[in-house]
């Protein structure tokens, strides 16, 4: 079984440092920069990705500060930290 984890990465246009920073999803990166510093808002940045992803298309934002782009990050499955069921 193919296991997939959302992936937001952040790349400033500016001269800022770091130029390009990865997020878990879409309200961690609101944890780290304001609204004014992104230049949209969050209910704004997943009502974009929502309507993006219906029609196929690459789900990216962008604007004159930075460019956000949503996509997959491929995790191996694995059983570790789980416990054995009674069964085995």
Known sequence: MESNRTIIHL???????????YFGSPASLFDKYA????????????NLYSKLSKDGKPQEYQN??????????????????RKPSLSE
């Open 35 to 46: 609204v004014s510093d992104l230049g949209i808002g969050r209910g704004a940045l997943n």
């Open 11 to 21: 790349e400033w246009k500016e001269n800022r440092e770091p130029k390009h920073e």
């Open 64 to 81: 004159d500060q930075c460019i956000i782009r949503k996509g997959r990050l491929y995790c191996k499955p694995t059983d570790r930290g």
